[in-house]
């Protein structure tokens, strides 16, 4: 395991501790457990780069022990105090698993994790990749066909979720399934992850080798899908220069990474847009004439390609090899 692996999972894993920090700050009858969260992830934000980016694997964990400020280690036996309390509070034993991954008590994150999996019955993705994280750090970053199960678990449960994604690139690549590594990692670029994210994994995707494969049909080669894009008048205004806009080709219904994306900026508003096989995820899940699909343009205020609040977008049904140029007209906001 390099170091690229901890670092990226440092950044994700910040970003989920503070997800299951919210719901218990919010419950009155948990907020001693939400505001210990909340310091804990502070403390771990603070910690976990120069620590995890700096790992020695071949060195005992027990040379690696964090000694916990006192403040940080009372919220942590507050948190233990409160479980044993209230052992059937799922959020709770989230946050203390990540509790024990960012103090490096590797043994008691994986036990954590693991109460916090049964509980939720194989359905909650964080625990589920969380127990994957605990034991793969647990095994000096091997990736144990165990973890490898676990990430494509998450996968299969939200297979739009970064961390699932990131986390089963990961295992791909350990077990030389470059294809799956890339298509992955690609997924997760998809979503405008941070930049040290981004370059991580340009250089991870460069580290798989030329992609290969069997070469697409020639129908494949050719299909195109081409929209005009325009905005209506009344949200043209409200437009900021900064937000990237996005232009993807989805299988109407269908789950998963889209067939084919382009990240633009709004000054491709009002010019003609190609989406092709070049622009296709993964050469698997590539454009091929005959296919009906949904053609959406989405303009992120939130930087991301997925749907957010008051995003701009438009949408219409599109079917390859048969029509030419359409027009795109961004006309909805996202409620």
């Known amino acids: 395991m390099t170091p690229s692996f901890i ?14 920090a919210w719901p218990l700050i919010r419950d009155p009858g948990a907020r001693l457990a939400g505001i210990g969260a909340a310091v804990l992830v502070v403390a771990a934000a603070a910690g976990l780069y120069p620590l995890w980016s700096n790992w020695d694997w071949h060195v005992e964990p027990a040379r690696h022990a964090q000694v916990a400020s006192p403040e940080v280690a009372a919220m942590v036996s507050k948190l233990e105090t409160h479980l044993r309390d209230q052992p059937d509070d799922l959020q709770g034993w989230l946050m203390l698993g990540r509790s024990y991954l960012a103090l490096e008590r590797l043994d008691e994150g994986v036990v954590a994790y693991d109460h916090a999996e049964q509980l939720g019955a194989g359905k909650n993705l964080e625990a589920i990749l969380g127990l994957g994280e605990a034991l793969n750090l647990r095994a000096g970053g091997d990736i144990t066909p165990q973890v490898a199960k676990l990430f494509e678990q998450g996968v ?30 690609l997924a997760v670029k998809a979503q405008n992850p941070p930049a040290p994210v981004i370059e991580m994994l340009d250089q991870r995707i460069a580290e798989l080798g030329p992609q290969s494969g069997p070469a697409a049909p020639p129908s494949a080669a050719t299909a195109t899908v081409m929209v005009r894009l325009s905005i209506a008048p009344a949200l043209k205004s409200r437009l900021r220069a900064d937000a990237p806009l996005f232009v993807f080709a989805r299988i109407p219904g269908g789950g998963g990474p889209p ?13 003609e847009i190609q989406l092709s096989s070049a622009d296709s995820m993964t050469p698997e899940r590539a454009l091929s004439k005959g296919q009906d699909l949904t053609i959406t343009a989405r303009i992120s ?32 906001i996202t409620p």
Do not use: C, N, Q
Request: aromatic letters at 8%; hydrophobic letters at 55%.
């Open 259 to 271: 067939l084919a994306v382009k990240r633009l900026t709004i000054a491709a508003i009002g010019t």
């Open 7 to 20: 670092v990226i999972a440092a950044l994700m894993s910040i970003g989920a501790a503070a997800a299951v």
């Open 156 to 185: 299969a449960l939200a297979p739009d979720d970064m961390r699932a994604l990131l986390y089963s690139g990961f295992a791909a690549a350990a077990r030389g399934d470059a294809a799956l590594a890339r298509s992955r990692w």
């Open 301 to 332: 205020f939130g930087g991301g390609p997925l749907p957010a609040s008051g995003d701009f977008y438009g949408e219409l049904a599109y079917s390859v090899g048969h029509d030419g140029v359409r027009d795109l007209i961004i006309d909805k």
